[in-house]
């Protein structure tokens, strides 16, 4: 059995011995105390201190000990097929109960995300596990424990949100937060689960092992064509969508090449399909701006003095602005004293009520108004 060497700030925790299992190299110890026996002569003591360099797990009865890793010297690649560095982290945690992470809500993942460690007070450098390219070199060295991730963490109490039996998962990242495209890797197994904590049970050992045949990747790939973690590209920002690309996606480009059809077909305030909803507010809402049967979803109540028009409108817009303005002469339209409320989230569309308090046995109207910021600029 090789020892995991003492230069590394990280050690890692297990070696592979064979295709399906780990070989732990380092001895569980029951001991509630093990400096006693480190007392008992020079020897023994000196044994200790270099188990304890080697981070030797020490498992008390009341608290478990996790032993998270991917393989010594697997293939690791980004959605790209570059080798992961180390840039990349990992993190053992669980999500928010009725929280399900899946590729269809990634970017609400960090909102629901507890990391094991910032639960139990420990400083976040221990919360994390850097991925061990650079000890010996990039880009990786052959030595075997290098191109992994390995780490043991102590699972003190079973308090909110590490209940026993909840699920537990490996997120790895190069960067979670800011914008633009990220590789993240989100892992899982079937087995993963926290354990119960139980003072009057034996000590608890765990492994969660990303090499595992029973592991999955909820995004990024695990175990598969020979690569053991493959993350996929996320993008943290939503692009935002212009004018332009819209109405290419509606009109031919001899339509929009002809400054003649501008007022008539392709331009921000023409109506190709004659249902009265120019081409800038079905940019906004998204309807279609060549079928006058799609229009928009609007509705304009009167409660009293409370006046309110719900719309749905388009999240990221280029230089575009679309807002509820109101009037009592149908001439006058204003956006003052209007308070929007988002009231549901569409994905790429939001559902708004916009409400203004008008007086009392007036007449009042409310509409949609769309504007193109990049033109009047
Ligand atoms: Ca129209």
Redesign the pocket.
């Known amino acids: 059995m090789r020892l995991a060497g003492n230069s590394h700030a990280v050690p890692p925790i297990f070696l592979r011995t064979s295709a399906q299992g780990l070989k732990h190299t380092n001895t569980n110890m029951k001991s509630k105390n093990p400096s006693r026996t480190c007392l008992a002569s020079g020897l023994l003591k000196l044994a200790c201190l270099a188990a304890v360099t080697i981070h030797t797990p020490i498992t008390w009865a009341g608290e478990a000990t996790l032993q998270v890793g991917s393989s010594p010297a697997g293939t690791n690649l980004t959605g790209s097929g570059f080798p992961l560095d180390s840039r990349f982290r990992f993190e053992i945690g669980t999500f928010d109960p009725g929280f399900t992470p899946s590729p269809l809500n990634i970017l609400d993942w960090i909102n629901h995300w507890y990391p094991l460690t910032d639960a139990q007070g420990k400083a976040l450098d221990e919360a994390t596990i850097t991925y061990n390219d650079s000890a010996l070199g990039y880009p990786f060295s052959p030595d075997a424990l290098a191109n992994q991730f390995s780490i043991n963490v102590t699972l003190a109490h079973n308090l909110f949100p590490f209940s026993p039996g909840r699920s537990v998962y490996i997120w790895g990242f190069d960067r979670r937060q800011g914008g633009g495209n990220v590789e993240w890797i989100l892992i899982r197994n079937p087995a993963w689960i926290w354990p119960t904590i139980d003072t009057a049970t034996e000590p608890i050992i765990r492994t969660f092992d990303v090499s595992h045949p029973d592991s999955f990747a909820i995004i990024g790939q695990v175990n598969m064509s020979g690569v053991e973690m493959r993350t996929a590209t996320v993008t943290l920002s939503t692009p935002l969508t212009s004018y332009d690309a819209w109405l290419a996606d509606h009109f031919t480009e001899a339509e929009i090449g002809d400054p003649a059809l501008e007022a008539t077909r392709w331009g921000f305030l023409a109506?190709?399909?004659?249902?009265?909803?120019?081409?800038g507010?079905?940019f906004a809402t998204g309807?279609g701006?060549l079928s006058?049967a799609s229009a928009p979803a609007m509705e304009v109540t009167r409660s009293g003095n409370l006046l309110t028009l719900t719309f749905t409108r388009r999240k990221n817009m280029e230089h575009i602005v679309a807002e509820a303005q109101w009037c009592g002469d149908l001439t006058q339209w204003t956006t003052s004293g209007i308070t929007e409320v988002v009231i549901d989230d569409l994905g790429d569309f939001e559902r708004i009520e916009a409400s203004v308090i008008v007086s009392t046995g007036t007449r009042a109207f409310m509409r949609l108004s769309a504007g193109d910021l990049g033109e009047a600029g």
Do not use: F, H, L
């Open positions: 109506d190709a399909d004659g249902d009265t909803i120019p081409n507010v079905e309807t701006p006058a």
